[in-house]
């Protein structure tokens, strides 16, 4: 298991004046703002993509019944959906995808405001969707596409006979993914009652969504993750983190809450 907290140091990193660092400063920045200029163009490529109606008859299941693909849009013509990782039978969603579902919550009023919803999508069953979404504390709209076919028509969820044979088609790909679930992130367009997928994204294609990571990418040790078994390795459930749980330890043995018989 990776650590939880890194211990690298940085050594015999160069030191330089004031004058020399403000140089160097000036040229990475004419370098970020190429990647800006870049990123913007790529961003309106993926905006110019064609689209794919939807003939598919999606029905889902939510806290508030079933809903369809088209009623996921709510009052709003764009939808982004992200695909968390949590199978039938889970005990848990999976850390990465938790970690990516910390940054949804404070994104989505602003999303409404630009004519977009936003829904995540697992194949676990309701239940399981609802217990571990208040186990984590979130607000977000989530709802189980257990028993239809849109996760493996969106290439997040596999067979087991496409594990066992090695032929999972995954990030528009077949390869060796070793799990049914996968993570990912797609978009529809509704226009005159009209569904269309617009665009998907799966593995560093989520990145962009990471803004903790966008965070780490500032400092000087970075991600700090050479050397681990994979790159998202020492992510926890923000509720299992030794600091976390010590911490919740504690406030429950000193509140009301923390007394048995208000459990």
Same mark, same amino acid.
């Given at each position: 298991?990776?650590?939880?907290?890194?211990?690298?140091?940085?050594?015999?990193?160069?030191?330089?004046?004031?004058?020399?660092?403000?140089?160097?400063?000036?040229?990475?920045?004419?370098?970020?703002?190429?990647?800006?200029?870049?990123?913007?163009?790529?961003?309106?490529?993926?905006?110019?993509? *064609?689209?794919?109606?939807?003939?598919?008859?999606?029905?889902?299941?939510?806290?508030?019944?079933?809903?369809?693909?088209?009623? &996921?849009?709510?009052?709003?013509?764009?939808?982004?959906?992200?695909?968390?990782?949590?199978?039938?039978?889970?005990?848990?969603?999976?850390?990465?995808?938790?970690?990516?579902?910390?940054?949804?919550?404070?994104?989505?009023?602003? &999303?409404?405001?630009?004519?977009?919803?936003?829904?995540?999508?697992?194949?676990?069953? &309701?239940?399981?969707?609802?217990?571990?979404?208040?186990?984590?504390?979130?607000?977000?709209?989530?709802?189980?596409?257990?028993?239809?076919?849109?996760?493996?028509?969106?290439?997040?969820?596999?067979?087991?006979?496409?594990?066992?044979? $090695?032929?999972?088609?995954?990030?528009?790909?077949?390869?060796?993914?070793?799990?049914?679930?996968? *993570?990912?992130?797609?978009?529809?367009?509704?226009?005159?009652?009209?569904?269309? $997928?617009?665009?998907?994204?799966?593995?560093?294609?989520?990145?962009?969504?990471?803004?903790?990571?966008?965070?780490?990418?500032?400092?000087?040790?970075?991600?700090?993750?050479?050397?681990?078994?994979?790159?998202?390795?020492?992510?926890?459930?923000?509720?299992?983190?030794?600091?976390?749980?010590?911490?919740?330890?504690?406030?429950?043995?000193?509140?009301?809450?923390?007394?048995?018989?208000?459990?």
């Amino acid at each position: 298991m990776a650590e939880l907290t890194a211990k690298n140091t940085i050594e015999d990193h160069q030191v330089v004046s004031s004058g020399e660092w403000l140089a160097a400063r000036k040229e990475l920045l004419r370098k970020e703002k190429e990647f800006t200029r870049q990123r913007d163009q790529l961003s309106e490529l993926r905006r110019e993509l *064609p689209w794919v109606k939807v003939d598919n008859h999606y029905v889902f299941e939510g806290p508030s019944g079933k809903e369809t693909l088209g009623d &996921l849009f709510g009052s709003k013509s764009q939808l982004i959906i992200y695909h968390f990782m949590f199978g039938p039978g889970w005990e848990e969603g999976c850390p990465s995808c938790s970690f990516l579902a910390d940054h949804f919550e404070g994104s989505l009023v602003h &999303l409404a405001n630009r004519d977009v919803s936003f829904v995540a999508i697992s194949r676990a069953p &309701l239940a399981q969707i609802e217990a571990f979404k208040k186990r984590m504390g979130w607000g977000f709209k989530w709802v189980s596409s257990f028993g239809n076919d849109f996760n493996h028509d969106y290439n997040v969820s596999f067979t087991k006979d496409e594990i066992a044979q $090695h032929q999972t088609y995954y990030n528009y790909q077949t390869q060796d993914f070793p799990r049914e679930e996968a *993570p990912g992130a797609s978009v529809f367009y509704k226009n005159a009652g009209n569904l269309f $997928h617009t665009y998907s994204t799966y593995g560093r294609g989520l990145d962009i969504l990471l803004g903790a990571y966008n965070y780490l990418d500032l400092v000087p040790k970075g991600r700090d993750e050479d050397g681990l078994d994979f790159s998202m390795s020492w992510v926890r459930h923000h509720d299992r983190y030794p600091e976390e749980k010590a911490a919740a330890q504690q406030a429950g043995a000193s509140s009301c809450c923390g007394n048995e018989g208000h459990r």
